[in-house]
């Protein structure tokens, strides 16, 4: 369970939506990121007391497979008045293909989502762009996570977020392999960056964050 900070004034640009979330809506506070990796039963209602907003969670990982947890979560996490989010864990294969199955993941659990406790507000949808050293098809590049995110703004109107370490990023998109199209491209997706050790500044081509993730074990200070 890691635990993602947000800005505390709303400097958001882009609306990053799917069916209608916006990435503001989890402004002001905290979210929790979840995975299958992730073995103890979240106590939904407890991080509702807690002041937790919402939750942000694994959907489908290399090769196109999908978090066995993700709808169960995503249940109980609605049960408990808690917004939702959802995530890619990218590989280096077919960056289109990728795109497409996240959608019918994301698009076929948010149907069997009761009408009643599921929010008008919609699933936040990230593209999880870091260095794939955990599945088999290798790491996405730059180029291809431009396709994905292009694909995610073709089928739904807008920009996903993307998520990474600022370590990872400024590694990744400052190759010369980069060129400055296809940085342009990214930035109208907002950032989600993670730094466990202090507030990100190395954000370029991005002009800021959106979401911070300062804490990577549920233990944070």
Known sequence: MRFVGMMKRSIFRSAALYFLAPACAFAGSNVVNLSHYDMMRPDFDAMKREGIIGVIHEATYPRL???????????GALRSGLLWGAYHYADGTDPV???????SVVSNAWAQAN???RPSSGVLLVLDFEKNGH???????ADQAVAFVERIRERTSVY????????????ALNSPRVSAAQKKTLT??????ANYHKEPRATAPWSFWALWQYCGDGKCG
């Not at 497979?65 to 249940?75: I, V």
């Not at 599945?135 to 590049?141: D, L």
């Not at 996903?160 to 590694?171: A, D, F, M, N, V």
């Open 188 to 193: 109208n997706c907002w950032l989600w960056i």
């Open 97 to 103: 293909r990728q795109a497409d199955h996240f959608l």
């Open 135 to 141: 599945y088999p098809g290798g790491t996405m590049r």
């Open 160 to 171: 996903p977020g993307i998520y990474g370490s600022e370590y990872y990023l400024r590694q």
């Open 65 to 75: 497979q999908r978090d066995a947890k993700y709808l169960d979560r995503q249940m």
């Open 115 to 117: 009408p009643v406790t």
